[in-house]
Structures are given as C-alpha cells and as structure tokens.
C-alpha cells in the first residue's frame, strides 16, 4: 500500500525545490556574470593592448617625422650652410658636412642638394654617390615635396617630410630651402638651393623602431596584412605608400585560457559559499572601502579645489622613483600672476572661486595622465611621466599658460590673471624629490622675475645665477649699512637756452668683486631683497644734500613703487626736507606708470601727503606704459618725462615722430609740462623743442657726473664767492 503524501509534505517539498531551484539559479547566474565579465576583460585587454601598441607605432612614425624634420631644420637654417652654398666650394663643403656623414648617420643615409632649376649640385647614399637622378631614383613624388619645401616660408609651416617608396625601398624623406638663420639676412626666395635628407626603412630600422617603441615582431609590409595589426604610411598625397605591421599579443585571450578550468571550478565552489555570506560580506567591505576612500581622499586631496595636495604628490613622486624604469619625470610648478590683487579688490571668496576655476581649467587643458596639485595659496603642481620624446612634446607648460591666460569669470566679473612655470625634469632613477622640488622652484623664482605669463625650464646655470644674486644680495646690504650707494647727476636744461633748470639723481653701485653693477640690476635687486627703502632713502638724503649748495635748480629723484607702499614714506621725505632746511618745491620725486596699475589706493595716498609737503610729482617713462588721460587728470602730474626710447629715433623713425609729437601734444592739453629724455643729438633736440618739450635731458648735454662736476660746472662762481668770505 503506498504511501500518501501530506499537505503538509507537498508544502516543505515545494519549499525545498524551491529554495533549491533559486539556490541553483542564483549560483548560475552568478556564474554566468563571472564568466562573462572575464570574458569581456580578456577581450578589453586584448583591445587595450591593440590601441597601446597603435598609438606606440603612430608615435614611432611621429618620431621618424619630427627627428628627420628637425635635422633638416638645423642644417638648412644656418648661416654658414646658407653662405657656403653660394660660393665656388659649395660642392666640396656639401660633401663633407652632409653627403659623406650618411653613412654612419642615424638621423639620415641620403643627402642631395638640388638648386631652384632642378640641377642637382650633390645626391650622395650611404656615404656614396647616387649613381643616378634623383628624379629617377625618388619617383614623381620628390618634385612635389620640393615645392612644397619653397612654400614653407610663406606658410610659416614645419619641414615638409613624407614616405616615398624610392628604388631602394619605402624611405622618409622631407625638403628645406637653405637660409641663414639672421631673420636680417636678405634672401631671394625664388634662388634658394633646396636640401634633402632620407632615411630609408630597412629591415635594421625597423627593428630599432620595434625595441624603441616595445612592439614585438614589427616589420615593414608593401600590403595591409588584416591578420595583423598595421599602421599605414602616407606619402605627399596622402595615399598609403606601405605599413609598419605586427601581430597582436592578445594578452587577455592568454590570461583566460591559462586560468579557464581553475575559475569553473573555483565558480562552482564559491556559488555554495556567496550565496549565504556574499551579501552581508559585500556590504561589510563596501563600508570599509568607503570609509578608507574618503579618509585617504581627504588626506591627499585640497578641500577648496578637489585636487591633490603636497602630501600626495609626494606620494605620487616616490612612486615614480620606486618603480623606476628609465622615465623621465617632469615637474611644472604654477604660481599665479596677480592673485593678490585679486584676494585685495575682491575678497577672499572671489580668491577661492578663482583657484577652484583654474584648477578646473588645469584639468580640462592638461592630460588626463598629468598629475595635478596645488601646494597651497595659488601655487599649483603638475607632473607628467614618461620618455623624452612625450614629455618634451607634451606641451605641459604651454598647456598650463594656456588655462590660466584666459580671462575667468567670476560671481560676474572677469577675472584677469596670468600664471608663471617653473620646469623641471629628471631622469626616474636618478630623481630625489627634494632637489626635483628645488630646481623648479628655482626656475619658478626665475619665471615670475622675468615677469608675468613666464616659463622657465631649469638648468645648471640658473644655480649658478641665484648663487651670484645671493652675492650680490649680500654686498648691496653691506654697502646700505655703510652708506656706500654713491650718486650721480644729469643736468636739465631748457629747451630754448640750454639753462641749467635741475638735475637728477640716479644711484650708482661698484661690487667688491664685480665692479660697476648696472641700476636695473641692483635697483631690482633691492626690491627683491627688501633692501629697496634704504637705497631710496639714501639716495634721496645724498642729492637733497648735495642740492643745497646748488640755489636755483631742482632736484628729481626716482621713486620705487615699493617705497609708496609704505604708510611712512611721507614722513620720512619730510623728516629728510627738514634736517636739511630744503625747500620742498625744489624736490620732484619721478614715479613710473606701472604704480597707477598696481597699486592705486597707494599711490594716491603718497602723491597726496607729498603735495601737502609741497613736493611735486612727475611721471617717469610716459608714452610706454598703461597711463590713460583720465590717469593723468586724476593724479595731476606737475610734471612728465617722456620715455628715451621715443626720443632715440627722432629724426630716424616718422611714425615715432609722430607718437612723440601727439604725447607731447596730450600732456600740453592737459597743461602738463614735458621733459624729453635721451636727447643724444641736435636734431632730436631741435625737435623735441619744436613738439612742445619745455626742458631736455640726455647725454647731447652731459652723461651722469659726480656732484663735484656739477658743482664746478655751473656753480663755480657761487664757490669762489663763497671761498673769498670765508
């Protein structure tokens, strides 16, 4: 009698088959997932292998290009090839610099020098004679990328080089008219001589390109090989010549077949297992891996701009040094133009807005391969990793003045700023993080001391320089704490008369060990070096003092932008007036247009306190600058000093007659008097005074001379009066 089965049995059966019907579909499924998710990492691996050794072999062709197009540049563009070629031994000179060097060259094994009217002047292979034309040897194809060559100077277009298939195989080949390299040089472009190199792709070329660029078994194939992964050549007409071909690695296709019965089996184990602890252990460890990541995040990452910081990039750094592998590592290091002004006229919320802006352009300029980060303030960092030729031709800095020129909207306004690059690279094995970081940081220093918008790469002698300026820093405080700034001065003189009307007076130097330091340089230098409010003030002490045995005529003294930004700059001008009993009127302090720009609350406050002193104000170096007519009325100049560079072509120069006629003509509107400086010449004189310039001053009249000259030059009777009463 059999036996029935209960509701109750039927129920726990379907409960069962139930739960193992899911179990096993769930463990299916599961497996299925893993096997298709490996199956499309193989085949991405195997893709990404395929576009790397692609974008290797474009990189090699690149390279073929731009190497034979630079060594074709360098010989073509020089003076001596260029004068050579239009002498009677231009032949032998052709031979020996270009024609005999193909065979041991790298670069190139075929010379020919051919002249406007197609005569061939040299055609040299591997160090020997062609043998025949050129024309015959290169094909239809070489007239073309002559011409083209005869075009490039009206193009302003690179070496045109190209992949020709000549009689002794595919070959790289590009053309370059010869010119001197002095853009004064004078040349008819329609009789220039025409150089050209080739480089023919044979079987050791190829194989230099496959070890160079990691790409195994390339070689050379006339046909497209679809089996293979190819990379075509162009020739003039863009038309494929011949392939560089080589068979995939297929890397993830190995990986799979390697580990294909390890992973069914580990898949049907692990199915029993992750069906009862995969969530919670999922969750668990997705709990931690967030945790960690935003404490490892907020450890290594700016928390105004997102990007990394100090500590991740050198982080960053020592992971580059331990795996060294004969990279070279660059670093760029960014400090913002003029975010100070911005913070001051803005506010700090406007400051910040402006750096999460710039970091954004960073990122969006810059690789997705450079690493970003900013130090702190507006100093960024970026640093990019690989071989000399990608990271020369990277264009990193370029790419980085580029984000930071263009102008930034901000809370509506545009902000204008600009950035200045610091460059410095090095090999990975012989890399230490902090010379890295020191030797851009000198290039950096170097950068924004040429001004704004400046990229500097760092080199050897960049130590050397700042070693001298710490030097010199050194000699200049010593001579201000001994007094030791001497003072010269040159004569103003009436442009009707040529009566001595004041003098002014400029600074002068002598280092202990590199004697006479010219103005520009020490006057920088002082102002770099916090130095600059002493030698003002000694050099204003020095000609007020000098100025009192000379009744009658003013005296100007030039003021540093630095100088007006100190509150006390006006009490100590009164203090100096007051110790040496001298009238105030006679005294004209010169500041330049640059101070009107960058610090105008400033300047107004110190040209205020000066007026109520009764010294006057003249603006130096007019007519270059950024000075506006609403400047010039705002500030009420007693005085401007017209620029010497204006003056110098007086007479040379209509169009600068002109500029200076109409300066001069805008300061006269404004009933503003005028001094031209670097009058060198009766003639500019005569015209100086004819445009509306009221004194003159330059070295027609007198060089800069020592107190003493201009005392026995214009006041010698005054000192014998004086002589007979005491």
């Not at 090699?60 to 239009?86: E, F, M, P």
């Not at 060259?105 to 061939?120: C, F, M, S």
């Not at 003030?537 to 100190?566: T, Y």
């Amino acid at each position: 009698m059999s036996r029935s089965v209960t509701p109750a049995t039927n129920r726990r059966r379907r409960i069962v088959t139930a739960v193992a019907v899911t179990f096993i579909a769930v463990a299916m499924a599961f497996a299925f997932i893993v096997f298709r998710s490996i199956d499309t990492i193989k085949n991405t691996a195997n893709q990404i292998d395929d576009a790397r050794a692609v974008d290797a072999a474009l990189g090699a062709v690149d390279a073929l290009r731009s190497q034979l197009s630079g060594t074709i540049h360098d010989n073509a563009t020089w003076d001596g090839a260029y004068k050579q070629l239009n002498s009677i031994n231009r032949q032998y000179w052709i031979i020996e610099n270009w024609a005999l060097t193909g065979s041991d060259n790298l670069l190139y094994d075929t010379a020919v020098v051919i002249d406007v009217r197609g005569k061939v002047i040299v055609a040299y292979k591997d160090g020997k004679e062609l043998g025949q034309s050129p024309a015959s040897y290169f094909g239809p194809d070489l007239q073309t990328l002559i011409a083209q060559a005869y075009n490039v100077k009206q193009r302003h277009g690179a070496v045109p080089v190209q992949f020709i298939t000549t009689q002794g195989g595919v070959a790289v080949v590009g053309a370059a008219t010869i010119r001197p390299n002095s853009a004064k040089a004078r040349v008819e472009e329609r009789n220039l001589y025409v150089l050209i190199f080739a480089r023919h792709l044979t079987s050791a070329v190829v194989k230099k390109l496959s070890e160079t660029f990691r790409i195994d078994d390339m070689k050379l194939n006339v046909e497209k090989d679809d089996k293979l992964l190819n990379v075509p050549l162009y020739d003039v007409w863009g038309r494929d010549v011949a392939y560089l071909s080589w068979p995939s690695k297929l890397p993830g296709s190995r990986s799979f077949l390697a580990v294909k019965t390890q992973l069914a089996v580990g898949c049907t184990i692990l199915a029993l297992f992750l069906a009862a602890i995969g969530m919670v252990g999922f969750a668990i460890i997705r709990k931690l891996r967030e945790d960690e990541a935003a404490s490892r995040f907020k450890a290594t990452h700016d928390n105004l701009t997102g990007l990394s910081n100090r500590a991740a990039l050198a982080e960053f750094l020592q992971k580059c040094i331990a795996g060294a592998d004969g990279s070279v590592i660059q670093l760029c290091l960014l400090d913002l133009d003029g975010f100070k002004g911005v913070n001051d006229a803005w506010g700090h919320a406007a400051g910040d807005e402006l750096l999460v802006a710039v970091a954004g352009r960073l990122r969006a300029e810059l690789s997705p391969n450079a690493f970003i980060a900013r130090l702190g303030g507006d100093e960024f960092a970026v640093v990019t990793v690989g071989n000399d030729e990608t990271v020369e031709s990277s264009g990193v800095a370029e790419g980085i003045q580029r984000a930071v020129s263009t102008v930034f909207p901000i809370n509506g306004r545009l902000i204008q700023v600009g950035g200045s690059v610091g460059v410095a690279a090095v090999m990975d094995n012989d890399a230490e993080i902090g010379e890295l970081m020191r030797t851009a940081d000198i290039a950096l220093y170097q950068a924004k001391d040429l001004g704004r918008g400046r990229t500097v790469v760092y080199e050897q002698a960049l130590d050397e320089k700042r070693h001298e300026q710490a030097i010199l820093e050194k000699q200049l405080r010593e001579t201000l704490s001994n007094e030791g700034i001497s003072v010269h001065y040159q004569p103003l003189l009436t442009a009707n008369s040529h009566v001595l009307q004041g003098v002014e007076a400029l600074a002068r130097w002598s280092s202990p060990t590199l004697g006479v330091v010219r103005p520009d340089i020490f006057i920088s230098l002082a102002e770099k070096a916090g130095l600059i409010d002493a030698l003002g003030m000694q050099v204003l002490e020095r000609a007020i003092a000098a100025a009192a045995d000379w009744p009658g005529i003013g005296i100007c003294v030039n003021v540093s932008p630095l100088q007006l930004q100190d509150q006390s700059f006006v009490q100590r001008v009164a203090a100096v007036l007051d110790r040496f009993e001298f009238d105030a009127p006679r005294l004209t302090l010169e500041i330049t247009e640059g101070v009107l720009i960058s610090q105008p609350e400033h300047a107004h406050r110190a040209i205020n306190g000066l007026r109520r002193l009764g010294v006057k104000i003249a603006l130096d170096d007019f007519g270059i600058g950024y000075a506006s007519i609403g400047a010039l009325r705002e500030f009420g100049f007693d005085r401007l000093k017209v620029d010497k560079s204006l003056a110098a072509n007086l007479g040379h120069d209509p169009n600068v007659a002109g500029i200076f006629q109409a300066t001069v003509a805008l300061a006269n509107a404004l009933e503003i008097p005028v001094t031209a400086e670097g009058i060198e010449t009766e003639t500019q004189a005569a015209m100086a005074k004819l445009c509306g310039c009221d004194l003159l001053q330059g070295y027609l009249f007198s060089k800069p001379v020592a107190d003493a000259e201009i005392s026995a030059r214009y006041f010698r009777q005054i000192q014998s009066v004086t002589g007979s009463v005491g």
